[in-house]
């Protein structure tokens, strides 16, 4: 074996060491800083591909290009009206100066604590300088009517002068300026979520069931005058109604009266003999059967359409 040849292979190999450190990529979404040492050297590199560097002296730092997510912790903030509540949010955010977001924050781990005390701080001073309802509603929308809600009262909302929204804009607003020397931008600041703290929260739903309450003892109330005032609608429709068919049955029944008496009368005008020997029928029909036995003087005028015929 030749003496030289482990001599190049151990060459090639530092050869191809030094060239792989003095080597590194950038992708689409990437941007590097070169540094020496610790300190940046050179311009931030923004174009994707291979790029070349001192071995072993200096080292590729690379940070995104893409958007990127701030989110915050849950808070529990005064409002301007004494409202303890609790807020969330959440931002975005990119890296716009590379050289001055390593000078000044290093990495997004230190770039996300920076965050955390500024968008925080921003937050608790804009809630506190207005009232919880300026805070929940975006907009003054028109109330509802009583057709629509069934109530007797019209819905009434307080105005808002501000709202949610640009409440918003304030904050990021005043965050943006707080981190224009960081070399990051934020794109956007919104709430997560809002929501009273237990105590309030208590209270309020003590409130809200009162006030369903007191409407659903007017509704109650509105019912069961409705079905008192029905019930007796229909007593008085009940006896008013008996009393025409009482009126009406003893109307009918003396004009039927009327013309039996104007009928018998009439029988007993043409034929006097004739009608009471119908009417001694009708009496012996009536009173007489196989069981009963009657006791009679001859004289009788019951007994006179019996003794022979005439």
Not at 159 to 187: F, K
Not at 195 to 200: D, P, S
Not at 257 to 268: G, H, K, L, W
């Amino acid at each position: 074996m030749n003496r030289t040849q482990p001599v190049l292979i151990v060459l090639l190999l530092i050869v191809l060491f030094v060239l792989g450190d003095s080597v590194y990529t950038v992708s689409e979404v990437d941007q590097a800083i070169i540094t020496q040492f610790g300190e940046p050297v050179g311009e931030p590199v923004t174009e994707p591909g291979l790029h070349f560097k001192l071995p072993f002296v200096q080292t590729a730092n690379l940070f995104e290009r893409r958007f990127l997510e701030w989110d915050g912790f849950r808070n529990q903030v005064p409002t301007r009206d004494r409202r303890f509540i609790w807020v969330d949010t959440y931002a975005r955010w990119r890296i716009t100066d590379p050289l001055l977001f390593f000078q000044r924050l290093r990495d997004e781990r230190g770039a996300q604590s920076r965050l955390d005390d500024i968008l925080d701080g921003e937050t608790r001073n804009a809630v506190a300088r207005h009232d919880l309802i300026e805070i929940v509603r975006t907009s003054n929308r028109e109330p509802l009517d009583t057709a629509t809600t069934g109530l007797e009262e019209a819905e009434v909302l307080v105005p808002i002068s501000i709202g949610r929204e640009q409440i918003t804009q304030e904050i990021l607003a005043a965050a943006a300026s707080a981190v224009g020397d960081l070399g990051i931008e934020l794109l956007d600041l919104q709430f997560k979520r809002i929501n009273y703290v237990a105590e309030v929260q208590e209270d309020v739903f003590a409130r809200m069931i009162a006030e369903r309450q007191r409407i659903a003892s007017e509704f109650r109330s509105e019912g069961q005058g409705e079905s008192a005032r029905i019930q007796g609608e229909r007593e008085r429709d009940l006896a008013r109604i008996q009393s025409e068919a009482f009126r009406s049955a003893e109307e009918l029944r003396g004009t039927a009266d009327a013309e039996a008496t104007q009928v018998y009368a009439d029988a007993y005008g043409s034929d006097a003999g004739f009608y009471a020997f119908t009417k001694s029928l009708e009496t012996y029909e009536k009173t007489m059967d196989s069981d009963t036995f009657f006791i009679l003087g001859t004289d009788s005028e019951l007994m006179r359409y019996l003794e022979g015929p005439r």
